[in-house]
């Protein structure tokens, strides 16, 4: 069986991670990724030895990708189309009708989040998106309120499979920070926000959240680890109000 999983490629958080995770533990034989732009996604699993190819967008609403995708489906003896991130889902809902293959996708965040704060554009790409899931074979969801989600779109819960992520523990770990390379004291209370400096992770809730806590805790810490379009504004607002904030991480 060949599978064909196919993402935006511009992913740099937990779709990126889940991802290159799942393609790692599968056959290589087996399972090929199609990436829509040359970025870390794509690198990563050139890298890693998945079997990778980059069908160029000009933009994000260029069609023409879709008849290499369809000849490439045929060429390759594809059975199966998993996509992952809304473009991707929006596009397999395209590839659906010009090619008779199995099409699931997965949902990774919600989606009527993921295009927050992007305008008249973000509102029409929320609606394909959520239009896309009607024509998927079967959908996988990545948590229970995920799923909930799904079935209050009017998704059968039979065509709805929950899988949640999974975590690598043989997997060998850079050494790990210590508190004092942060300038934390031993009794400071450290809360970590691993997440995407994007709108749709919300980080001005963690931060107001946070001054509310740290003016009855002054021991109370927290650390933004992610990289996005947000860090420079999540940076002055950080900077502007106060807050204890130490640092913010790239992604590794």
Known sequence: MRILHLNAGNETG??????????????????????????????????????????KQHSKYDLSILKPLRDFIRLNNIDIIHT???????????IKRLIKCPWLLTVHSSP?????????KGKLFTGLHVR????ADHILAVSD??????IDQGIHSSKITKILNGIDFEKELPFPFQREDFGFGKDD???IMPARLEPVKGHEFALAALSEVVSEFPHVKLILA???????????????????????????
Do not use: W
């Open 14 to 55: 937990g779709g990126m991670f889940h991802i290159m995770s799942l393609l790692n533990q599968l056959n290589k034989e087996e399972c090929l990724l199609g990436v829509f732009e040359d970025g870390e996604l794509y690198r990563r699993a050139l890298s890693s030895g998945i079997q990778t190819e980059l069908f």
């Open 84 to 94: 992952h991130g809304p473009r991707a889902n929006i596009y397999g809902a395209f």
């Open 112 to 120: 009527h989040h993921d295009f927050l704060g992007q305008g008249v």
């Open 132 to 135: 896309s899931f009607q024509y």
């Open 145 to 150: 309120r995920f799923k909930q989600d799904l």
């Open 189 to 191: 209370f450290i809360i």
């Open 226 to 252: 992610g990289d996005g379009s947000r860090k420079s504004a999540l940076e002055e607002m950080v900077s502007e109000g106060d807050y204890p904030i130490t640092y913010t991480f790239g992604v590794p």
